[in-house]
């Protein structure tokens, strides 16, 4: 997957972000890439506040500055010396701490620094009805906001990406979305390839107003504009997954809404890695993710690799 040149890589001090670091590292490694891992620290300010931390607050100011400080230092320093064996490699690599509003900085430090991928952990989380919904708070905030690609990803330690899905959106073929779909084909095969992977490709198609039809038409009407829609969606998923033909293990056509059947795809097929456009139609500012993508995200239990079109341009500035 050699599109990726230059990686931010976000570190939780307060987690474990091993795993990250070695799936940042083998990536590094296989594409030459420069790498940036930034720690995440509140505002000194936030830290002063009196209620939860009384007792640090009655300290001077000075000493308050200074312990919050060495903190830091400590939490970069550990993170300097487990990228020590990289750099040995020759891999240019920076190790940075982060204060304040984390979509905000990160986003303002991508725009600054070119980033083309930013790399964060998640954690899996119960909701309130006991469905696991890893993809929460932090990630998709950034898939958002973010002007650049966002792998959001889960803990594997005992299996790799053994199967990957290519989500795509074939039946709307302006310029921009065709490219993003593009994308989407180069990035997944790329990593299939370098991952020896199983890659699905996936798409679900409908005709918009069917439920309001029935009934109101002959039957044998709507199931021609059926057939006649099904045969559009293929011949145009055809046209995007043709170049990639060779490394595609199964393409999957099915009728229905995205946002539901996808979900259950992923889990019937058990896989690693999610990948996928976030290509948003109403244009409005903050939700660049698309209301279809958000919904999928909100339901899924894997890794998410979201892709921005070209061109995007995000809300921060």
């Known amino acids: 997957m050699k599109r990726f040149k230059n990686i931010l890589v976000i570190v939780d001090w307060q987690k474990d972000y091993e795993l990250l670091l070695k799936r940042t590292f083998k ?12 720690e995440i620290f ?20 000075r000493q308050i500055r200074r312990i919050y400080s060495e903190g830091i230092d ?10 020590k064996s990289l750099r040995s490699e020759g891999v240019d690599i920076t190790v940075t701490p982060i204060q304040g509003n984390p979509v905000i900085e990160i986003s303002r430090k991508v725009m600054r620094d070119g980033h083309d991928l930013v790399m964060i952990g998640i954690e899996e989380k119960v909701d309130e009805d006991g469905v696991e919904n890893p993809l929460w708070g ?8 973010c002007p650049c690609a966002v792998w959001a990803m889960k803990p594997t330690p005992v299996r790799g990406l053994n199967r990957i899905v290519a989500a795509v959106s074939p039946g709307y073929e302006t310029d921009r979305v065709f490219l993003l779909n593009k994308k989407i084909m180069e990035l ?23 439920a309001m039809l029935k009934g109101k038409i002959d039957n044998d009407v709507l199931e021609g504009w059926l057939s006649r829609e099904k045969a559009k969606s293929e011949e145009a998923l055809d046209r995007i997954i043709h170049p990639f033909e060779g490394k595609i293990t199964k393409r999957h056509l099915q009728k229905g809404v995205a946002d539901i059947l996808l979900p259950l795809f992923i889990k019937d097929v058990d ?9 948003c139609r109403t244009g409005i500012t903050g939700f660049f993710i698309g209301n279809t993508a958000e919904k999928i995200l909100q339901k899924i239990n894997c890794s998410v690799l979201a892709i ?3 061109g995007f341009v995000g809300p921060i500035k």
């Open 27 to 38: 990536l590094a490694r296989r594409n030459k890439s420069k790498l940036s891992l930034v």
């Open 42 to 61: 509140d505002k000194l300010e936030d830290v002063q506040r009196p209620s939860p931390l009384h007792s640090i607050h009655s300290l001077h100011s």
């Open 74 to 83: 400590s939490e970069i320093n550990k993170l300097e010396l487990r990228t």
């Open 138 to 145: 932090l990630p998709l905030r950034l898939m958002r906001k």
């Open 188 to 210: 997944a095969s790329s990593l299939a390839e370098t991952e020896e992977s199983e890659l699905h490709v996936f798409h679900a198609w409908m005709l918009h107003g069917e």
């Open 271 to 279: 896989a690693d890695l999610l990948v996928m456009g976030t290509l």
């Open 308 to 310: 921005k079109p070209d």
